[in-house]
């Protein structure tokens, strides 16, 4: 190749890298405007994002692990009532009430600890001693380093809190006005139901009662209303008795007493109560109560009266019918009473029957007993008895004596209280036997007889010391 191929050949080169090198500068210059473009945005982005972040209504802080503010908005700060400068690089703690430190723990923890969103809630003191409650939301992330990082929303709930408390005290002042509004109307509840019984149980009874009213004139009544009870009371139609006399319902012979109380039916003076023999339709006559009162007064005089009728046959039939078992009550108490007096009597005369049998009886005892028991006694005395025998006869023959005495005193009824043992004590000590030779006798120790002697002496009473229990049981036997 010589020299001037080769340099048609360099020059073909060098136009084509020339070519290359404009084209790749003109895409450099088209990808740098597109970063230009691209990085206005991101700048105008960012611009808008920090103006939304900072006049953002919501308070937003930035906080690393210890809880130290890296960033905040002007609302946070506002919220935590610091400017935003005095804010940063300070611990959130440094702006909470003391009685939130746990609070604010607990919200750091949760945080940290988690992956989830964490809530809570703080008080900051206010400039003029009050103070505000925040409500927290945060969530960790993880910055450019690697580092773990707290991103915290802040709401004011003070006053929404506040109405929260007042709208939970008028809910409970409501219920407390809805349940006694409930009690006031189960109340009147009752009561209507009380008085809807009442009113049923009167008309009940007034089904029974016959209701007339009448015009007053000067001799005559003539009859205004009839009631239903009156209708069957008396067999009329209200229709047909209008206008009509009050004599209607009164036998021909009954009447003129009936009319002959106009005077003073018009005068105001009620009829109460009074019995009267009334007539049927039919001319049936009955007995019957009837109450009468003057009603609307005028000029001085009653102009209209009421009257209640009520049919008291049956009333009357069962009076008889009580009268009549009356008497027979009475008869029969005449009879029970004649029949209790002829077994009183008798009763009488059996009982003076036995009196005299026990008399006679008593006397037959005490004659054999001296007969036949204490003339063995005598003799058995004279034999050759020792000591202790003749002790023993001798309370033998107390013992009859008072068995058989007809009269026990009031000392002798004491002796009922004493124990067979404490008895025979007592015979002894009234035959003059001491202690000691009691107790020889009833083969027992000299100190158990002196526990019997007092058991004795507070059996009968005898609470003098100086009283002697010898005499006494001697002059009582």
Request: glycine share 6%.
């Amino acid at each position: 190749m010589d020299a001037n191929t080769s340099g048609r050949t360099n020059d073909a080169g060098s136009r084509r890298l020339l070519n290359e090198l404009q084209k790749q500068r003109l895409e450099l210059q088209r990808q740098n405007e597109e970063l230009r473009l691209a990085r206005a945005e991101v700048e105008a982005g960012l611009e808008k994002y920090y103006q939304l972040y900072d006049f953002a209504p919501v308070g937003y802080c930035t906080v690393d692990q210890e809880g130290e503010v890296l960033e905040s908005n002007l609302a946070g700060a506002l919220l935590l009532g610091v400017d935003r400068a005095r804010l940063l690089r300070r611990h959130l703690k440094q702006f909470v009430a003391p009685e939130s430190f746990d609070q604010l723990g607990t919200f750091f923890s949760e945080i940290y600890s988690t992956r989830k969103k964490a809530t809570g809630e703080i008080l900051i003191p206010n400039s003029d001693g009050g103070q505000r409650l925040l409500y927290l939301e945060g969530a960790a992330f993880e910055d450019q380093s690697g580092g773990r990082r707290g991103r915290i929303a802040m709401m004011d709930v003070t006053e929404s809190r506040q109405n929260s408390v007042e709208l939970e005290h008028y809910r409970y002042h409501l219920e407390e006005l809805v349940q006694q509004r409930t009690s006031e109307l189960e109340m009147a509840n009752l009561q209507l139901k009380e008085q809807a019984e009442n009113l049923a149980s009167i008309y009940k009874a007034l089904q029974s009662i016959g209701l007339i009213v009448c015009s007053l004139t000067q001799d005559n009544a003539h009859i205004d209303i009839f009631s239903a009870g009156a209708e069957r009371l008396f067999g009329h139609r209200q229709d047909t008795v209008l206008g009509k006399s009050l004599s209607l319902i009164c036998p021909q012979e009954g009447s003129g007493h009936l009319l002959s109380q106009m005077g003073q039916w018009r005068q105001g003076h009620p009829m109460q109560s009074m019995n009267m023999t009334l007539v049927r339709q039919g001319g049936e006559q009955f007995p019957a109560v009837v109450s009468i009162h003057p009603f609307c007064k005028v000029q001085g005089e009653f102009t209209k009266l009421v009257g209640a009728f009520r049919d008291i046959s049956e009333l009357i039939e069962v009076q008889e019918q009580l009268q009549d078992m009356n008497d027979e009550l009475e008869r029969r108490v005449a009879l029970r009473t004649t029949e209790l007096h002829e077994s009183n009597v008798a009763l009488t005369v059996l009982l003076k029957k036995r009196e005299e049998d026990r008399k006679i009886l008593g006397e037959q005892v005490v004659s054999n007993t001296s007969h036949l028991v204490e003339p063995l006694l005598e003799r058995l005395r004279k034999t050759n008895l020792t000591a202790e025998q003749r002790t023993l006869v001798d309370i033998l023959a107390t013992n009859i004596n008072e068995i058989t005495s007809p009269f026990a005193s009031n000392f002798s009824s004491k002796l009922n209280r004493l124990t067979p043992a404490e008895l025979q004590v007592a015979n002894l000590v009234k035959l003059g036997k001491r202690t000691k030779e009691i107790a020889e006798i009833m083969h027992l120790s000299p100190g158990t007889i002196s526990i019997h002697r007092k058991n004795i002496r507070r059996k009968l009473e005898l609470t003098h010391q100086k009283t002697n229990l010898q005499t006494m049981l001697s002059n009582n036997s």
